[in-house]
């Protein structure tokens, strides 16, 4: 069991959104994948993948189709040839809940591939 104390005061709802938060961020946290992508950029001479990116995946291998935040980027260039480590997580483990006032607009900025 985790016990997780309040920062400050809080009511029995504060409390219930926090648990929700925690569990979400958690799950989240232990779904994360990396995908290692042939050279650095998202096209040829385009943008480099960066962290905090959103990413549409559809990867039928996988079983993986959605959007998904680019929590780390290890760029690799020896023997093997240029690639990109991609780590990614749910959004879910980055997401504020009803804190979150950002709304739909906060996803305009997804990139795609798959």
């Given amino acids: 069991m985790l016990i997780i104390s309040a920062e400050t005061k809080a009511t029995s709802a504060d409390c219930k959104r926090r648990a929700q938060w925690e569990s979400a961020a958690r799950a989240g946290q ?22 905090n990116m959103l990413v549409l995946i559809d ?16 760029y690799r260039h020896d023997a093997q040839g240029t690639r990109a480590e991609l780590e990614i997580a749910p959004l879910a483990a980055y997401e504020l809940g009803d804190l979150d006032k950002r709304g739909t607009k906060a996803r305009a900025g997804i990139k795609s591939w798959g």
């Fill in 30 to 51: 232990s779904a994360r994948m990396t995908y290692t992508l042939a050279g650095w950029r998202q096209t040829a001479g385009g943008e480099l993948w960066l962290a």
């Fill in 59 to 74: 990867d039928d291998n996988m079983g993986v189709d959605g959007v998904f935040l680019i929590s780390s980027v290890r």
